[in-house]
């Protein structure tokens, strides 16, 4: 981790749960973070359905509560989709873009993660914005410059939020990078970050994603500019997801 860098972890509950599901996971999330003082900062994000009643539950609470996305208009006619204002008004503290889900499905590219970006700040929400590699282009010794380029591409002049460097082959799939790769990648985006933003750059924290679980998160988090986890599937189990921030120690 980064020396005087409070990790993050942060769960991407993606496009599960009843309201009822998500409020007892939300409830058993907080309880959990309540009874014990964690060494790393929570944060939940639920589908949009859900973000208003979740975020009022956890007002004063220890955990935060953010989006999955957001429009890059802050209002008008685009149907189906949030603006950054209004996940902000609801009591929606952060919200994750550019995830490779979001890139994949919905074909968004670097200059809408930055638009994107650029309203997440000017409504008061911290973006946690995504990168990360395809399997392809990792075994053709392009991880690097790929991430290199998304940083560049994807984050405004000004940037102050949160990066999540997130192998797209390692997402949902049990598969890990090796420690060493993580460092490696995480370092490059450090060394980007500080170049561009300066000490602001050199404090940004940068989460690991792609099956980060409680088996594995001691070592990942232990590593150099690893600030924290961006958490899929293990953050639908509180008992997992409370596991992965206690390993942030």
């Not at 490779?100 to 590219?109: K, L, W, Y």
């Not at 420690?179 to 300066?198: K, M, P, V, Y």
């Amino acid at each position: 981790m980064t020396p005087g860098v409070r990790p993050l972890i942060a769960g991407n509950w993606k496009m599960h749960g009843t309201l009822r599901e998500a409020a007892a996971l939300a409830e058993a999330v907080r309880a959990g973070a309540v009874a014990e003082a964690l060494p790393a900062e929570l944060l939940v994000c639920p589908p949009f359905l859900h973000v208003q009643v979740l975020a009022a539950a956890m007002l004063g609470q220890p955990v935060a509560v953010g989006a999955q996305d957001c429009h890059a208009a802050a209002k008008g006619a685009h149907t189906g989709d949030i603006a950054a204002p209004m996940l902000r008004d609801v009591g929606a503290t952060y919200v994750i873009l550019g995830h490779s889900e979001r890139r994949a499905d919905h074909g968004e590219t670097d200059a809408v993660v930055r638009a994107k970006t650029v309203a997440a700040l000017a409504a008061g929400l911290v973006p946690v914005v995504c990168v990360g590699e395809t399997e392809a282009e990792r075994l053709a010794g392009q991880a690097e410059a790929v991430v290199s380029r998304q940083l560049a591409d994807s984050l405004p002049d000004g940037f102050a939020g949160v990066v999540a460097y997130e192998p797209v082959w390692a997402i949902g799939t049990g598969r890990t990078p090796t420690e060493a790769d993580i460092a490696a990648i995480h370092g490059t985006i450090r060394a980007a970050l500080a170049a561009r933003f300066g000490e602001a750059g050199a404090r940004t924290r940068i989460l690991y994603g792609g099956s980060m679980k409680p088996g594995n998160a001691k070592g990942i988090l232990a590593l150099p500019n690893v600030d924290g986890g961006l958490v899929g599937g293990a953050s639908l189990v509180a008992a997992d997801f409370l596991a992965i921030a206690r390993a942030a120690a």
